[in-house]
């Protein structure tokens, strides 16, 4: 962020000058990203991973040509480009597509690109490399878009075979409609993978205080699904079967702890004090889902 002062100050008074108005100096600026970076890469090596040995059937070797969607990829696309690498062919679509930032995007790739060859030298590196090349992400090997999954326009029916997200759907302004786009552009037979966390953003390790508040608005602005959307386990899965999709696979990752249960259940607000202790206690799950039925119920 630039002061007032601007380029034309010398750098030592730029540097008070940030001081003087609460702005990171630029040591603190190179440290902060640094450390975003070292937490980065590893995540970005993570999350590939899971897409290619334990979320993706068949992966990589049936990436070959399959049409991908991949929701909310937030500031790191190297899932995708890994994808790509594969031979898939990704679009990527978030309400706040993440620009390239120049001062980031170039160093994370680069250091992602050196951990890849480091720890998974079978990873292809093609897309990455063009990527880092074109000092862009936004085109290129992927196909990117800067909308929402309730609002997919421009995106004929029945687009792709799989569609794929990480941390997104807890985001979502209008579930239900949005689910209603993910299953239009879902070709007959085709499948979702989608992680969704259920906890109450705020505070990680009080993970349902959210539940607590008689009035939350939800809004299509970053800042108010920043939280979550607040929707449970047991009303996603009614939400994804009303779109359509059939439910093939649930894997579970999370539960509230007693001793915490215990203690917010008294405080829930309606509707979440009518629910089940089955039903609150879930906190993270994948789904992976079915468009074969193709038709609505
Ligand atoms: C918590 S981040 C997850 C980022 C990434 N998938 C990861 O695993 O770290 C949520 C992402 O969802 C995107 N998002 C939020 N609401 C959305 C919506 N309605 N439609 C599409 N993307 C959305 C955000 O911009 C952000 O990139």
Redesign the pocket.
């Known amino acids: 962020m630039r002061t007032v002062l601007g380029p034309f100050a010398p750098f030592p008074i730029r540097q008070w000058g940030r001081q003087l108005f609460g702005l990171p100096t630029a040591e603190q600026d190179v440290a902060a990203r640094a450390a975003i970076m070292q937490a980065a890469v590893p995540y970005a090596i993570q999350?590939t991973h899971h897409y290619l040995t334990c979320w993706i059937p068949g992966a990589p070797a049936s990436l070959r040509g399959i049409r991908i969607l991949e929701?909310?990829?937030?500031r790191d696309f190297t899932p995708a480009l890994i994808l790509a690498g594969y031979g898939a062919d990704v679009t990527l679509?978030?309400?706040?597509l993440e620009r390239w930032d120049p001062h980031y995007h170039p160093a994370f790739y680069r250091a992602v690109r050196d951990e890849v060859r480091r720890s998974r030298p079978e990873w292809p590196l093609d897309a990455l490399d063009e990527v880092i090349a074109r000092g862009d992400h936004w085109a290129g090997p992927i196909r990117t878009l800067r909308r929402?999954?309730?609002r997919l326009s421009g995106i004929p029916d029945d687009s792709f075979d799989l569609t794929i997200?990480?941390?997104?759907f807890e985001?979502?302004?209008d579930v239900p409609q949005?689910l209603r786009e993910l299953y239009r552009v879902t070709r007959p037979g085709g499948i979702g993978i989608h992680q969704i966390d259920y906890r109450d953003h705020n505070n990680y390790s009080r993970p349902l205080e959210f539940l607590t508040l008689p009035r939350y608005k939800l809004g299509r602005d970053r800042e108010a699904?920043r939280r979550g959307n607040r929707f449970r386990h047991h009303e996603f899965a009614d939400m994804f079967r009303s779109a359509g999709f059939e439910i093939a696979e649930l894997h579970p990752d999370a539960e509230a702890d007693p001793e915490y249960l215990a203690d917010v259940l008294p405080r829930l607000a309606p509707p979440y004090s009518a629910m089940s202790l089955g039903q609150l206690k879930p906190l993270g799950c994948r789904f992976h889902l079915s468009g074969q039925r193709k038709s609505p119920v």
């Not at 679509?93 to 706040?96: E, F, I, R, V």
């Not at 997200?165 to 997104?168: G, K």
């Open positions: 999350i929701l909310g990829p937030g679509a978030d309400l706040y929402s999954l309730e997200s990480n941390a997104v985001h979502l302004y949005a699904t």
